[in-house]
């Protein structure tokens, strides 16, 4: 596609619930990240995806929070059990190639609230 | 980790006013964007820029990687670009992510 997609745009949830959000990175693109945003702050990184390689999960603030990736394409980021702390934007991110040095580029985000 | 701070937090300007926004970050690094993130929430790519200087249309960006820092011009402010404006850097490691800094808010008036 011509850009990162992301779905959904918002979602609204009740404390307790488990939510799932995906990302659709650019074609072809091998690197993905998760990022979230709470208000006002700057992205905080979550997890990694290269290739079949496993997940750099060292950005994942609790177990509740686990990410799937089939080879190079969509991945979902699963929030169980969320807690009203969960409430962000979920940023995803893709870049063409594994290493270093290339430009990352962001979708829309998913807005989760939490009541 | 790697530090990024960015200045000033909030900048109010009049249309057609030029303004500098700073980052400075603790490290060396491999890459170093600069993005606009609209009212909307989208974060708008400006620049990969992580030595030299480049411009496009009314911005420019230059990286002192030596020095650690990076600024970005935007000359002859308009409404439209209003929003916060984040500097993130790739500080090597094996995930390359990027750190952010904390943005400027810039609101233009007209």
């Known amino acids: 596609g011509a850009g990162v997609s992301q779905s959904p745009s918002n979602k609204v949830t009740e404390k307790g619930k488990d939510v799932e959000l995906r990302c659709d990175p650019i074609?072809?693109?091998?690197?993905l990240y998760w990022y979230r945003q709470r208000l006002g702050q700057g992205l905080e990184f979550l997890i990694y995806?290269?290739?079949?390689?496993?997940?750099?999960k060292s950005g994942l603030p609790s177990d509740r929070f686990s990410a799937e990736r089939t080879g190079e394409s969509v991945s979902t980021l699963t929030i169980q059990r969320t807690q009203q702390e969960d409430s962000a934007v979920y940023l995803c991110?893709?870049?063409?190639?594994?290493?270093?040095?290339?430009?990352?580029?962001f979708g829309p985000g998913t807005r989760l609230l939490v009541l | 980790g790697i530090q990024v701070e960015q200045s000033p937090p909030d900048l109010i300007l009049q249309e057609g006013a030029n303004s500098t926004l700073r980052c400075n970050f603790s490290?060396?690094?491999?890459?170093l964007q600069w993005f606009h993130q609209n009212p909307w929430g989208q974060l708008i790519n400006l620049f990969y820029?992580?030595?030299g200087t480049k411009q496009n249309g009314r911005l420019s960006a230059t990286t002192v990687a030596t020095e650690r820092y990076s600024l970005l011009y935007i000359s002859s402010s308009q409404t439209t670009d209003s929003g916060v404006y984040f500097c993130?850097?790739?500080?090597?490691?094996?995930?390359?992510?990027?750190?952010f800094g904390k943005g400027t808010l810039l609101t233009v008036n007209p």
């Open positions: 991110a893709s870049r063409a190639e594994p290493g270093g040095g290339e430009t990352q580029y």
């Open positions: 074609s072809g693109h091998t690197a």
């Open positions: 995806f290269q290739g079949n390689s496993a997940p750099d």
């Open positions: 490290d060396s690094v491999n890459n």
């Open positions: 820029i992580p030595s």
């Open positions: 993130a850097v790739e500080s090597g490691g094996s995930n390359y992510k990027l750190t």
